[in-house]
Structures are given as C-alpha cells and as structure tokens.
C-alpha cells in the first residue's frame, strides 16, 4: 500500500464509526467565537425541518438564499444543504447493483456518554437534540451495523451536502492513482496541467497540495470569504458571482490566479482551493468528469443506498472541495470502505 493510501486510512479510522451532517463548516452554533473562524449564526432550530418544509417555508427560504447564507449557520443555508439542485447545477453520480442493509444494533451507552457542556454535565444524545444544536443527522457504525442514529433535522432519506467531509473523496481517488502508477505526487501541478505553467501552482508538488501546504495565498475561514481576498474571488467565481473588483471570473480563471505566498511545504494553510486543484489534475489523468470518476471508482462499487449529486460552477467544474450531497447511511458506507467492516 502507498503512503499516501497509509495516511488515508489512519486519518480515516473514526470515519465509518461516525457520520454526521451538521449545517456548516462550524462545530459551534452557541455563538460567534471571537477569532477568525468564528461563523456567523442565526437563532434558529433545525428540528422544525424534521419532517421536510412546508410549501411556503420553502418559497421563502428559497427566496431570501445568498451565497452568505450558505456560507455560515442560516435557515436559508439549512434548506440549501437539503435542495442544492434549486441553487446550482447538478451532476448525477450513479450507484449500481445491489444495496448492502446495515442492520441496527442500538447501543444506550452511546447515547449516555458523559459529557460537559458550559461547566454542566451532560450526554452525547442530549446534545445532539438540543433545540440549539445544529446537528441534522447522527449515524454511528461499528462493525458494520448501526449502533446508534439520530435525525433532529433531516428525514432519513433526504440527500444533505457534505461540504468538507468531500475532500476525503478527493484523496481517496489520488491514492488509487498513486497505487496504479498514474500519478507521482512528487511531480508538480504543471507536469500534469500544462496551462499551470505560469502560474503559482506550477512549481508546487502535488504532494504539497494534497497536506494543504502549497505555499499559496489561499488559506480559508470566515475572515477571507469576504472582501477583496483570493479566496473569496475564488468561492464567488464557483457559483457565477462577481468578485470583490466587480468583474465574473470563471472557476479556472479564479483558480489558477491565487498567487504565491510563501515556500511550499513549510505551513499548514487549510484551503478548498487545494482540493480543487486536485480534483483538476484528477480529470486530466482519467479523462473523465469527475462525477463519472466517482461514479466508476467508488459509488458504484460500494453498495450505496441512493445516487449523489454534486454541484456545478457555471462553466460545469465540479465543486469537489464540498457540494457532493448524499444519503447520510451512503456517507457512512463510504466510511466503512476504510475498515474490516
């Protein structure tokens, strides 16, 4: 096994263990933190959407949707993350052949695992379904069967985005091209993207983008999705909005523009852009989108419950840093790819 498939399935071992959906990014929705990443929350509940959304719940939340609301813990954002395909373009990737059950074998001391929350004692269930928790779904696996689930704020079939739980897809999909020989991570983005030649990914090693330390100015939190940042050119290029300057870039347009911040390797900058680019190089290699990449490598090969979805860019890039939507039980049959289980 290559390194790279080593570190996958070390970082990946709680993965099929424990699923969940929540609405953003944030851990937290008691309030905004006071750092950089602090995300914007609004006071709401997403157990009013247990059963699905009314039909003028949904015109409304429909029409008050921005790329903001997304972006941070909103009710809009929470209705976008159930129906991604009212807001971007969609492409299908398929499951095929038949789908494996998880059987259920509930647990009570999962839910009574003690935990403290302001000081107070509580248990891991009474946080998940607080009124405030921002916890949609909860699925819990071991040893392939169910040991413990929960959906304060979504039904059991609704397809949720995963936002950057995605990005393990991504470096999944690299490990198996590593280990047919396809691809050499010590090799830059421009051995394989000719048109990143001039620019400031093309000096950097795949290696490099794969551990988010590309030495580019790219690094992500609530702080540069906003103003006249790289990445926040970037992010709005993705779903056809104009930048910072006014103008409309296209997604590769906006991506192979972030410029060079520093030496490659030597920080830690966390970054969808990082992903993107991979998913990119991805194409290139396989001549084929990445939908049907997914499609044919994973999806179909995991006896999934359902088909996903993934979100389009204007000019059909796949958004592959986050907009797969899925199953939450097909999120954990992903997981579990990286098991005995």
Do not use: C
């Not at 699905?52 to 008050?64: I, V």
């Amino acid at each position: 096994m290559p390194k790279t498939q080593i570190k996958l399935v070390s970082a990946l071992g709680w993965f099929s263990l424990f699923a969940s959906l929540i609405l953003s990014n944030s851990v937290s929705a008691a309030g905004n933190r006071d750092d950089a990443y602090a995300t914007p929350t609004e006071d709401f509940s997403v157990h009013a959407i247990k059963h699905g959304y009314s039909l003028t719940d949904a015109r409304r939340l429909h029409n008050e949707w921005s790329l903001s609301k997304f972006l941070n813990i909103t009710e809009s954002g929470a209705y976008s993350y159930l129906h991604l395909g009212e807001f971007l373009p969609q492409a299908m990737i398929y499951h095929d052949g038949g789908v494996v059950r998880l059987n259920e074998n509930a647990r009570k001391s999962i839910a009574e695992i003690a935990l403290k929350k302001d000081g107070e004692s509580t248990t891991f269930e009474q946080v998940i379904l607080d009124k405030h928790s921002p916890v949609q779904g909860v699925l819990v696996v071991k040893n392939g069967e169910i040991v413990y689930q929960q959906y304060p704020g979504i039904r059991e079939n609704d397809r949720h985005v995963w936002m950057s739980n995605l990005k393990v897809i991504v470096g999944t999909l690299i490990a198996l091209l590593e280990e047919e020989g396809r691809i050499d991570l010590q090799k830059t983005v421009a051995d394989y993207l000719p048109k990143a030649k001039s620019t400031a990914w093309g000096k950097v090693k795949l290696f490099d983008v794969l551990n988010m330390q590309s030495g580019l100015n790219l690094e992500e939190s609530p702080a540069t999705r906003s103003g006249d940042t790289p990445h926040n050119a970037f992010v709005r290029a993705e779903v056809g909005l104009p930048a910072d300057d006014g103008k409309v870039y296209t997604h590769d347009d906006a991506l192979f523009a972030i410029p060079y911040l520093k030496k490659p390797g030597t920080a830690f900058e966390y970054s969808s852009a990082n992903t993107q680019m991979l998913g990119l190089v991805i194409e290139e290699i396989t001549q084929k989108r990445l939908a049907e990449v997914i499609a044919e490598r994973i999806w179909s090969k995991a006896s999934m419950a359902g088909d996903a979805t993934v979100g389009l860019s204007p000019q059909g890039n796949a958004i592959i840093h986050g907009l797969v939507s899925s199953r939450l039980d097909d999120m954990a049959r992903f997981g579990m790819l990286f098991t005995p289980s």
